[in-house]
């Protein structure tokens, strides 16, 4: 059990660094900031509430 969590840690450090990195990229790009608000504005829309 020990070996999947860690698995799964690994994968979820990755998937949350390469976000940051995409997010720093688009950053970067003229327009990008607009990208990055849409996404925030969408994820929101698809998840409104929060588990309880």
Known sequence: MGQVLGVLGVAGSRLVLAS???AIWLLSRPGGWAVLVVLV????????????
């Open 20 to 22: 940051v990195a995409v």
């Open 41 to 52: 504005l969408l994820g929101l829309r698809v998840f409104p509430n929060a588990p309880q």
